[in-house]
């Protein structure tokens, strides 16, 4: 008895030193298992995020305010790249040229991407009338609006502030953003089950948070804030989803824009510190809209490392 079980004792030994000896290769499971599609967990549809983001993406029509520069930019970049096979993006802004650039760079190299660029300048509300009707059929069914098109001017305190400038503002931020998203809503609206959609509104650590020399960006960026927290409230019995993202400090155009195009002013901003990039925040919005329909990243808050709030950031060296 005793025999036996030092041979079979013996045998398992030796098995298990071959197993150990064999090459990786034949004891792990080849490349393609881990690329798999199918999750091992039941309630997950797919095992990898990003081909999740891309199933869910695909087909889908996305139309963006504001894609001529920064982050509106980078934001269709950032979507063209996640799907890249079977894609409609619908390019706005006021510079035709600039849409025209990003078009040729995503087509150039996401070739499933059709793109559709129009010139609206989003403080002129006929434009906006104009636009659904004038979209070619194919781009019509929009399933996500980006309101991303916006701007501050100036630094100027009560009493000085330019009216020209608090018009500006408030045209392009707030009334800009509300007439667009009713234009586009009845194409959400007229879906199954009371509708369905995706509005990402890009409002600002401003809209939290008021400044100093900031009232009226701050309080327009206040006014997106309010709109689209009742936005949802209003759209609860439907499947479209309301979106905020409030970046901290990005650089882009935005404080060239501010100082009027003095760029010596608006590189003096970003001294001592690293802001973010305007493609940190397009991939927070193409994860936001990549989510299954049933998640709403209702309200997101994203500052680079060295920012605190609007107006608390750690300069080095200055
Ligand atoms: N940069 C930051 O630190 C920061 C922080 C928080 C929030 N944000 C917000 O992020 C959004 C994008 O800003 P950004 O930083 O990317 O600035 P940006 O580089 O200056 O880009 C702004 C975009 O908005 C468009 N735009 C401005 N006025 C418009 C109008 N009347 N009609 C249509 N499009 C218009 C511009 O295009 P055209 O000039 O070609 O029309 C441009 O494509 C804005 O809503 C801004 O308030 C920025």
Do not use: W
């Not at 409609?88 to 802004?93: E, N, P, V």
């Not at 509300?178 to 089950?193: H, K, V």
């Not at 690293?274 to 329909?293: K, M």
């Amino acid at each position: 008895m005793s025999l036996y079980l030092l041979r079979t004792t013996t045998r398992l030994l030796r098995t298990s030193r071959a197993l150990a000896r064999l090459p990786i290769a034949t004891t792990t499971p080849p490349p393609h298992i881990f690329l798999s599609t199918i999750s091992p967990f039941p309630h997950q549809q797919y095992a990898n995020m990003s081909f999740a983001m891309a199933q869910r993406l695909k087909g889908k029509t996305i139309l963006i305010t504001g894609a001529s520069a920064g982050i509106g930019k980078s934001t269709a970049l950032e979507f063209a790249r996640t799907q890249p096979d079977d894609l409609k993006l619908i390019l706005t802004a006021r510079r035709v040229d600039s849409l025209k650039e990003v078009a040729s760079e995503i087509e150039g190299s996401a070739k499933g991407v059709k793109v559709h660029i129009v010139k609206l300048d989003v403080s002129v509300p006929e434009e906006i009338e104009a636009l659904v009707g004038n979209l070619p059929s194919d781009f019509k069914d929009i399933d996500v609006l980006v309101n991303n098109a916006g701007l501050v001017k100036g630094v100027a305190q009560a009493p000085n502030i330019s009216p020209a400038d608090m018009q500006t503002m408030f045209s392009t931020n707030v009334t800009g953003l509300i007439n667009l998203t009713q234009a586009i809503l009845p194409i959400f609206q007229s879906r199954p089950d009371n509708g369905s959609g995706t509005i990402v509104n890009i409002g600002s650590i401003a809209g939290r948070e008021p400044y100093p020399g900031g009232s009226i960006y701050c309080a327009t960026k206040a006014a997106v804030r309010s709109f689209t927290d009742a936005l949802r409230r209003e759209l609860i019995s439907s499947r479209i989803r309301v979106i905020e993202i409030d970046p901290g400090q990005v650089e882009t155009e935005f404080s060239v824009v501010r100082f009027y195009g003095d760029k010596e002013k608006a590189k003096k901003v970003y001294e001592g510190v690293e802001p973010l990039t305007p493609e940190d925040i397009a991939e927070v919005v193409v994860f936001a809209v990549g989510r299954r329909e049933n998640v709403v990243i209702a309200d997101t808050l994203i500052f680079p490392n060295h920012q605190a709030a609007a107006t608390v950031m750690h300069r080095k060296g200055v």
